[in-house]
């Protein structure tokens, strides 16, 4: 999970919570005291500008590495902007109670979680324990550095939504079975409907769970996966994210004009409709 602004403060919830009711990790915006003391860090490596930390070489370690580097090409790919080579630190702990430890002494305020994204200042970091969701967790937190290395006010809803799609596996097409199988219950219940413009009032983690998750992934497998020009609409959500972010004076002006700028895809007739039909479209495949 992430936060970006000072006006977001928590954790997020990563996708496998809906059904294990197993919360992963996700990133938060905090300050992080000085010492490292506890961090792995006696074994270091780098490829491209990930820079990883752990206890020792894993046995797929150099997988992982290429892995990770090859979803940042991805995302640009998909999104069509140029990454920023700002490096993004990843420290992966060998010792569940180390790394818990490791929360408890930095972040006291925050729940015990797998994985995290956290932005101090320009610097993008990740702490994650091993362990057989390692995978996963990192993935979405690489999503998450990503983005907020380009677009650090991008809103909520996207910001999860892509981090829930591109946490997958490639080999799965970003198509999340869990989120499908609660929205389709939801529907059935008659308690969801998809609704764009009501997910991008939640602008706070505290708003956000696992519905809201599941239905932030629905939007982004939509409009990346839907037509081009949903794509191409998306793309052009986060180029005038770039313009704005760039002639404000302050982050709060940015921050409110970002919000209108991305109201526009919502505004779109039968925009709802149509991830409806797209739901119904993926749990036919
Ligand atoms: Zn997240």
Redesign the pocket.
Known sequence: ??VQNKTRKGV?F?NVILISLVILG??SMGKMKETSSSLPTSYATHRGPIVFYSDGPLPKETAMLAELEALQSQLEKELAFQKSSEPIWIYLFQDETRYQKFLKDHYPELPNRRAYFVQTGSRLTIYAQIGPSAGDDLR?EMT?ATLHATWPMIPLWID?GL?EFFELPPQLGGVHRQHLALLTHQLQQGTWQPNLERLMTKNELAEFGHLEYAEAWLWTHYLLRSTPKNREALQAALVRQTEITKSQDSAEAASYVVQISWSRLSESENFDQEALRHLHYLLQQ
């Open positions: 999970m992430f997020c990563l996700c990133h979405h998450h999860e981090a």
